[in-house]
């Protein structure tokens, strides 16, 4: 083989073996990816019991079933909205009407404490996702207002 022959060998063999590395790699990231995102998407899931929004963010009022319906959350607090199981001491059970209208929320999860959401409780929140840990047969009227939402059922 002369010289030019092996340098165009050597260039072809390069440029296939740079070209195997760059699609196998790709593919195994996007597999490590996904097994990563399905792992988290586990994890979150069974820590939301763990996580909390500061009980002074929301508004509450007592019930015919001496627990509390959340009736308003401040502006001013997260996105993102963990829905307490309680709050001074008290069983939080349902969610009431407008409870979160328009405050631009991200996610909120609900979880199996909630026996009851109000048709308009999420009322202006656009594209807002929900995570649902409950199998609570009184709140499958979802998106509870909100439009263009996203409701992810996991009980």
Not at 31 to 43: F, P, V
Not at 95 to 116: D, P, R, Y
């Amino acid at each position: 083989m002369n010289e030019k022959g092996f340098i165009t060998s050597a260039l072809l063999y390069g440029i296939l073996s740079l070209f195997l590395v760059l699609v196998l790699g790709t593919v195994s990231i996007l597999g490590n990816r996904k097994l990563a995102n399905d792992k988290i998407k586990e994890s979150t899931l069974d820590d939301v019991q763990k996580l909390t929004t500061n009980p002074s963010c929301f508004t509450t009022v007592s019930n015919s079933r001496g627990n509390l319906t959340i009736s308003g959350y401040d502006a001013s607090c997260d996105k993102t909205v963990f829905i307490p199981e309680a709050l001074n001491g008290k069983t939080v059970d349902a969610i009431g009407s407008s409870a979160f209208s328009n405050q631009n929320l991200i996610n909120v999860t609900i979880k199996s404490n909630i026996k009851e959401i109000a048709e308009t409780a999420f009322t202006g929140n656009d594209g807002i996702i929900f995570y649902i840990k409950t199998t609570s047969d009184q709140i499958i009227e979802s998106p509870w207002g909100a439009t263009n939402a996203t409701v992810h059922w996991d009980y």
